[in-house]
């Protein structure tokens, strides 16, 4: 399975309802960096299939779920389990530092 989009309509059904953890990635199309950790996430979703959903947020497009969690600076990567926030990372970081900074989500 490859990465899910969220929006502001099915934000809380796709994330904060999730059985699995859900790591969302909040990004922009015209974001450098958001373009280079896409792929990262993307590999991350085939090898934690099962365990984890990646999820991907357009801040652009969906406003009101990027104000409401505070997101100031992307790409942030938001863990969600349960229902909550519980880990976040900002910045395009290479796949061995993100698995490492979600290690607990990502079992």
Known sequence: MSTINVTDADFDQKVLQSELPVLVDFWAEWCGPCRMLGPVLDEMAVEHEGKA????????????????FGVTSIPLVLGFQGGEKVAESVGAKPKAALEKEFSALLG
Not at 53 to 68: F, G, H, S, Y
């Open 53 to 68: 959903v990646i999820a991907k947020l357009n801040v652009d497009e969906n406003p009101a779920t990027a104000a409401r």
